[in-house]
């Protein structure tokens, strides 16, 4: 399911460049369907033991360009705020970073359960601003946003604590191999 929510990307991204009412539903029931996925997607590995090395780097890949690409659309069309999509695209860039750091040292680091409401809070965020609401929903996107940017923060932090540790250990350099005797 990780390559759906990729593959629904450009759809969803001519869908706001739109700019029109019906299109706007459209990409949000699309954005809304492509985050359903991913919980979806978890509860099935989970159930049926059925993760892999591939979905454990995918999956998360797959959910980052999901939000960062309606969110970097909106703001292009200055219909989402600045600030926030930097903050949001800058942690989900750092993080996934900091994971490929830490799993070429051989190790993880799973979604903190303050990460998944962090994610809930964004995808709700990023709906309202996909809809077409008028100006009496801008008080309750703006605060959903606030409440997603001070979460996407602080479990970022999180986050570079958490992997600190790993992070500082010198990997021991790989054994020598004799060469041939001169």
């Known amino acids: 399911m990780s390559v759906l929510r990729a593959l629904l990307?450009?759809?969803?991204?001519?869908?706001?460049?739109?700019?029109?009412?019906?299109?706007?539903?459209?990409?949000?029931?699309?954005?809304?369907?492509?985050?359903?996925?991913?919980?979806?997607?978890?509860?099935?590995?989970?159930?049926?033991?059925?993760a892999t090395s591939t979905g454990q780097w995918l999956d998360p890949l797959a959910d980052k360009i999901l939000v960062a690409a309606p969110v970097l659309t909106l703001a292009a069309l200055g219909e989402f705020p600045v600030w926030a999509a930097v903050v949001i695209v800058a942690r989900e860039i750092s993080i996934s970073l900091l994971r490929i750091l830490l799993g070429l040292r051989g190790r993880g680091m799973p979604a903190s359960p303050a990460a998944k409401i962090k994610t809930t809070l964004q995808l709700a965020a990023i709906t309202l601003y996909i809809l077409p609401l008028g100006s009496s929903w801008h008080g309750l996107r703006l605060g959903l946003l606030i409440a997603a940017v001070v979460l996407t923060l602080v479990t970022g932090v999180h986050y570079v604590f958490r992997a600190m540790p790993w992070l500082r250990r010198v990997r021991p350099d790989p054994p020598v191999k004799p060469g041939p005797a001169a």
């Open 9 to 50: 990307v450009p759809s969803l991204v001519v869908l706001i460049l739109a700019r029109e009412r019906t299109a706007s539903y459209v990409a949000s029931a699309i954005f809304v369907a492509g985050a359903a996925t991913d919980g979806l997607d978890g509860y099935l590995a989970r159930r049926y033991s059925s």
